[in-house]
């Protein structure tokens, strides 16, 4: 790699960290099971998929704070197809955006954010709720990572996706992350991508990295091209957020 090319591709990245993965792109994934992962959710800007997001209390759905780009939010959940065309597809109004007080941009981290829907949604066979940890997840655990969208083929679709990652030592995903000239903001952790072929895209932001029924991570941002393997895939450690989450559910914040 020629040192043009390296200041080229930092420059790139760079920018790409400020704005996050935005859309949902699973590489080298498959479907998901109509009977499993029922917390997930769709969070859409006028009327159109914009993120992904997970169902975490019946009337929270946990996503990235990037995702807030202005427009009419609202969430579909109990499905994984969000074809417009869909039969009875269920969206409700987010009624209140709780983004982390402490937000500026995925480059500096606390890139989580609580949507608050207009209706308390009874789970039960079509719609379920997903634990989240109190303690951070050790490293080489296996996980998967879900979304819609784009596959690696870049075609579009409107099935939900899932496809089987490792986690990766902090360390290790730092050291990656700084040949590139970004240094990693604090609260997050690193799966796929890295010395695989399989990871987030362009990109499933806000959905959720899922570890033993656990939704451990929340996808942040990427180097920005899927051609893996390349540099770790970045998430918001969600065991580092449980006192604030808990705290906007009781209504405190």
């Known amino acids: 790699m020629t040192a043009a090319y390296r200041l080229l591709l930092s420059v790139a990245l760079t920018s790409l960290t400020l704005t996050g993965t935005f859309g949902a792109d699973i590489i080298n994934g498959k479907k998901v099971k109509k009977s499993s992962m029922l917390y997930m959710a769709s969070v859409q800007i006028d009327g159109k998929h914009r993120c992904g997001g997970f169902l975490i209390d019946p009337s929270y759905v946990l996503t990235a704070a990037h995702c807030d780009k202005g427009g009419n939010m609202t969430v579909i959940v109990g499905t994984h197809n969000?074809?417009?065309?869909?039969?009875?597809?269920?969206?409700?109004?987010?009624?209140?955006?709780?983004?982390?007080?402490?937000?500026?941009?995925?480059?500096?981290?606390?890139?989580?954010?609580l949507l608050k829907l207009s209706k308390k949604l009874k789970t039960g066979r079509g719609v379920k709720t997903i634990k989240i940890p109190d303690k951070p997840l050790k490293p080489n655990s296996k996980c998967q990572v879900v979304g819609w969208g784009k596959t690696e083929q870049h075609d579009v679709v409107n099935d939900l996706l899932m496809t089987d990652v490792l986690t990766i030592n902090f360390t290790t995903c730092q050291m990656e992350w700084k040949k590139l000239r970004v240094n990693l903001p604090q609260n997050v952790l690193c799966a796929g991508g890295y010395e695989t072929k399989s990871g987030a895209c362009q990109g499933d932001s806000g959905g959720p990295l899922v570890c033993r029924g656990n939704a451990v991570g929340i996808v942040s941002f990427n180097m920005g091209r899927c051609d893996y393997p390349?540099?770790?895939?970045?998430y918001t450690q969600i065991s580092k957020y449980t006192a604030w989450i808990k705290k906007v559910i009781n209504g405190g914040a």
């Open 230 to 234: 390349n540099v770790p895939n970045i």
């Open 82 to 113: 969000i074809s417009p065309k869909a039969a009875n597809l269920r969206r409700y109004t987010v009624q209140h955006k709780h983004k982390h007080p402490s937000f500026r941009n995925v480059k500096t981290g606390n890139d989580i954010m």
